[in-house]
């Protein structure tokens, strides 16, 4: 695997953490335990800063651009459905935090239960179909390449700050969410 490949994989483990955490929360709910609303705002807050912001930042501008120029198209394919479920996460996200405004567990959970289904099948499909592919596609410059603007993205996000930042979210996350228990 291709080291910028692999940097978005290493990203999607930590956001599949924070997807299990919040998989026990939202179970919690249903079967009638008080999880703390904390839980769900950090869950919008990572998704929005960590997964959309960091994450989709550099899919979005920097890998899918790349492998649009080897020969994939935005309009249909493997790209434009990864851009698709993009929306629908934002949009899901949306409804979330509406739920949380409005104190409304069930439409949080219901929006979070399909954001959490939807999100592991997309990275499901990045992971084993659209990374594979787009390895095949891009030369040791490309990689060369994206790696480097990876560097400066990740920099202009906030760096190693923003992604420890968002590491202890997630453990302090799985520590409420075990002590509930």
């Known amino acids: ?10 990203e999607h483990v930590l956001i599949c953490i924070g997807l299990d955490i919040c998989d026990k929360a939202a179970s919690m ?3 009638g335990s008080n999880v703390p609303n904390s839980i769900w705002e950090n869950l919008i807050d990572f998704t929005k800063e960590y997964t959309d912001g960091f994450h989709h930042a550099k899919e979005e501008g920097v890998l899918f651009p790349l492998l649009c120029q080897r020969g994939l198209s935005l309009e249909y394919g493997p790209i434009a459905v990864m851009l ?3 929306e629908t996460f934002r949009r899901l996200l949306g409804q979330m935090n509406e739920g949380l405004e409005e ?5 949080v959970i219901a929006a979070y239960n399909e954001y959490s289904s939807s999100l592991r099948m997309h990275i499901h499909k990045e992971n ?9 596609m891009i030369s040791r410059e490309d990689e060369e390449n994206l790696n480097s603007i990876y560097d400066e993205t990740e920099m202009s996000l906030g760096g190693e700050k923003t992604s420890s930042k968002y590491h202890n979210m997630i453990l302090s996350m799985r520590e409420v969410v075990d002590s509930i228990e």
């Open 1 to 10: 695997m291709n080291h910028s490949t692999r940097r978005l994989v290493d």
């Open 29 to 31: 709910v249903m079967s």
């Open 84 to 86: 698709h479920d993009h």
């Open 103 to 107: 104190n409304n567990m069930a439409k």
């Open 128 to 136: 084993n179909i659209l990374y594979p592919m787009g390895e095949s």
